[in-house]
Nanobody, 125 residues
């Protein structure tokens, strides 16, 4: 069974930091690029960031560029999204997704093979 499990979400004050993790099982992790996609309540999906299969290329939405850093550890089958200088508008459910295009990573969220169930990030004072 394929699983992508996100963790690390929570409540943080504006200006604070969180690190999200996405642990994969049941797949050959380095066969996939990985992406993070977020969704606010009642709104559509927004692609946030992506990384190719070996971590050599990373991509970011303009809204998070310079604040978020995406990395991966293929030995641990895990991708990490470090989020700094968080803003209230970053409040969303964050999903990780496995992209079958190894050299992919964005900016898109369609065509993903697998999705996690999401982790909630709330930025509020």
């Amino acid at each position: 069974e394929v699983q992508l499990v996100e963790s690390g979400g929570g409540l943080v004050q504006p200006g604070g930091s969180l690190r999200l993790s996405c642990a994969a099982s049941g797949i050959t992790f380095d066969d996939y690029a990985m992406s993070w996609v977020r969704q606010a309540p009642g709104k559509g999906l927004e692609w946030v960031s992506g990384i190719n299969w070996n971590g050599g290329s990373t991509y970011y939405a303009d809204s998070v560029k310079g604040r978020f850093t995406l990395s991966r550890d293929n030995a641990k089958n895990t991708a990490y999204l470090q989020m700094n200088s968080l803003k209230p508008e970053d409040t969303d459910v964050y999903y990780c997704a496995a992209d079958p295009l190894r050299y992919g990573g964005g900016p898109y969220y369609y065509g993903m093979d697998y999705w996690g169930k999401g982790t909630l990030v709330t930025v509020s004072s």
